[in-house]
Structures are given as structure tokens and as C-alpha cells.
């Protein structure tokens, strides 16, 4: 059984012991974050006013209730235990503004509005943060507030747990009887990046103590912000392992024909190559053009028609089929470059033995050509269509 499901029964068993004994409840009038009154009370909630507002882990809804009545905020309550929404329903059905429901917290924060505010005492160490957490953080409000308790160190001086793991604990109810529960009592350090991980800002970590010298019970209370703005995380400097080449194959037609070399391995091709860091996809296809053949274009006269895809052993090749509208010069052989012998062939006799990915390019350009080579997927730019028949400049 999982440690949620352990603690749901666990709860559920909590809440009916309740019932059995009739245990009464005390109105409050503020929140006590911590043992013994501890903590800033409502103040760190902000104003609440008209506020949609969650108690997540409610209990009997005490805390949930005075927040609807002393600011008129609107409060869902929400707990797993059926005995204790059961306590909250006898008490507190007609407060205005108050909702109380029973539910799995994670599965509320997946089918609720936004809330502006989240609250939450002592509920936190109960549910896997990696499940409550991206719920949670969806769930509030740009801009909106989380305050949250969590155990730091039990009552026999047990502290966190440098791990993201649930621990045993025990419940101890009155008369006497015990149950153990599973709690992710984490370091501050560990809950802050988790919170962080999600998209969450930390504003304030406080200490709450138990004042009884003997009791070394301490939570630590999470005043958290979810960014006004939604921050995009930047990469890291570390390079992914090489597994994909871009490179871009341009298409020069004019009434002279089609301009294709001849790669010293014998195989005819378009003038293109790959995209090096920092350029556009045109000012590739302007360099590549200029460096192999010697003729001159600008990036606004290039026309970009789409990317293929397919792979060569381990490696995603992507090709740019680029169509240059206008040109200057004359195609000649450069120094130290591989494909050599430019000139111009007419569509209806193009050369045996033109190279994969320029026949690629060539029938995503024109599917009318008859050009055979192996299958690649195309994805056709959106976009104005500029004439495909140009003459040089």
C-alpha cells in the first residue's frame, strides 16, 4: 500500500474517532500556524476579501469558517477524511461563503478555479510533494499566496529527513490510542527547491517551536508567491549529447535551369550546408550560397519552403528547403570547397545520381519531378507564397 493510501485511512479512521467521542470544538479566531499559538496569525494571507481561498486538509474547518466570516472570503475547505468534513458540516453548513468538501487534495487542485489564495496547516507532509506540488502551483492564481506548515523536528527531537522519502510517524489521539502515519518531513532546503522546481517563489521561512521545554515538536511556516509573470527556465550551459544535424539545401531556377555541382564523391547537388551557431536559416543558405559557387544574395531574397526530417543511423537530419528569389554573378569552383562544376540543368533532364537530400529538397519543392530517393517527412512553412520561378539579378 502506497504511503498516501496509508495516510487516507489513517484519516479517515481520525475522523471517526472523532465522531465516536464526541470531541467538541473550540471556535478560533485567528490562525495558529504553529504549537501553542505560534505564528503571525491571519496577516500573511493578505487581503481576503472576495478572495477565492483554499484550506487544503481542513479538518473540522474551523480556520475555513472564520476566514469566510470575519472577510468575506470565499473558502473552499477541502479534506480526505469523511469524519471530519462530517464534524465541519454539523458546525458550520450555513456560513456564508464556505464550501466544504470531501476529496483527495491533488484531484480538487486538478478539477478547481484558480484560487488566490492557498493555505494549508500541518496537511503538507501527508501528500507526495511531487504529486501535490505541479497540482498546487497550476492551481493558484498569477500573483496569488501560499502559506503552508510543516513538521521540522517531531516531539522526540527527530529532524527532517535529507531525502525526498515518507518517514513513519505517530498520531497520538485522546484516550490513548495511536496510529502511524507517513510524513515527507524534509529539510527547508529540500521543500524550497521542490517549490522552486514548480515554478513557486519562497518569500519567507519562519521557525514555529513548541514553547514547553519538553516538547521538542518544530514546524517551519512557507510564506510563497506564484510570479505575477510565467518565467521560462533558461538552459543549461551543459550541451545536450549530439544527435541531430540542421543544414539547409538551396534551390537556384531561373531560365537557364537549375543550378546543382558536382560533390567530389561524383554525386550531383543543390548548393546548401550546414547552419553554424548564431545565424538565421537565410543568412545559412546567403553564406553557403556565396562560399560555394561565388554568388552573391540576401537573406530577404531567400524564401524558406519548409523542413524535412529523417535520420541516418543514430542521427535526426533536418534539412531547410530554401528557395533564393534573386542572385548576383556567376557560379564558378571555389577554393577548398568539396562540390565543384556549377551549371544550370533544365527540369526535364536533370542528372543521374543527384545526392539524397538535394532530391529531397527537389520534390518537396516540385512532387512532380520524377526523382526517386529515400522516404523523408516535409513540414510546408505557413506563410505568403512568393513565385517559385526567378531569374538572377
Sequence with gaps: MSAESINAEVWSAYGRHHIQRGTPLAEVDRIDWGPGGTGPGDAVLGDLAGRRVLDLGCGPG??????????????DAVDASPGQIERARARYADVPGLQLVVADAVEHLHTAAPYDVIYSLHAFPYLDPNRLLPALAAALKPGGRLCF???????????????????????????????????????????????????????????????????????????????????????????????????????????????????????????????????????????ELREETGLMARPADVRLLGALHDHVGEVVRITIAA??????????????????????????????????????????????????????????????????LSSPA
Excluded at 179 to 204: A, C, F, I, S
Excluded at 341 to 368: I, K, M, N
Aim: with cysteine; aromatic share 6%.
Design 323 to 388: 528557395h533564393v528569389t534573386a542572385w548576383s554573378g556567376e557560379p564558378a569552383d571555389q577554393s577548398g570547397e568539396s562540390v565543384s562544376a556549377w551549371r544550370y540543368w533544365p527540369l526535364e533532364s536533370l542528372p543521374p545520381g543527384l545526392f539524397e537530400c538535394s532530391a529531397q529538397v527537389l520534390t518537396a519543392w516540385r512532387p512532380d519531378l520524377p526523382i526517386d530517393h529515400p522516404a523523408a517527412g516535409f513540414i510546408p512553412f505557413a506563410g505568403p507564397q512568393a513565385p517559385l
Design 62 to 75: 474551523r480556520h475555513a469558517a472564520h476566514l469566510a466570516r470575519c472577510y468575506g472570503a470565499l473558502v
Design 149 to 287: 506548515t510543516t513538521l521540522h523536528t517531531n516531539s522526540h527531537g527527530d529532524g527532517p529527513a535529507m531525502a525526498i522519502k515518507p518517514r513513519p510517524e505517530t498520531l497520538h489521539l485522546a484516550g490513548g490510542r495511536e496510529l502511524t502515519v507517513q510524513m515527507w518531513v524534509l529539510t527547508p532546503k529540500l521543500w524550497q527547491g521542490l517549490l522552486e522546481r514548480y515554478g513557486l517563489d519562497v518569500e519567507d521561512i519562519s521557525a514555529l517551536d513548541a514553547p514547553e521545554k519538553a516538547n521538542h515538536a518544530s514546524y517551519r511556516l512557507f510564506q510563497v508567491k506564484r510570479p505575477a509573470r510565467i518565467p521560462s527556465r533558461p538552459r543549461t550551459t551543459t550541451p545536450p549529447a549530439p544527435h541531430a544535424a540542421l543544414g539547409v539545401g538551396a534551390l537556384l531556377h531561373g531560365p537557364r535551369g537549375l543550378l546543382l555541382g558536382r560533390h567530389r564523391r561524383g554525386t550531383w547537388e543543390l548548393p546548401g550546408g550546414t547552419v553554424e551557431p548564431g545565424e538565421s536559416l537565410p543568412e545559412a543558405v546567403v553564406r
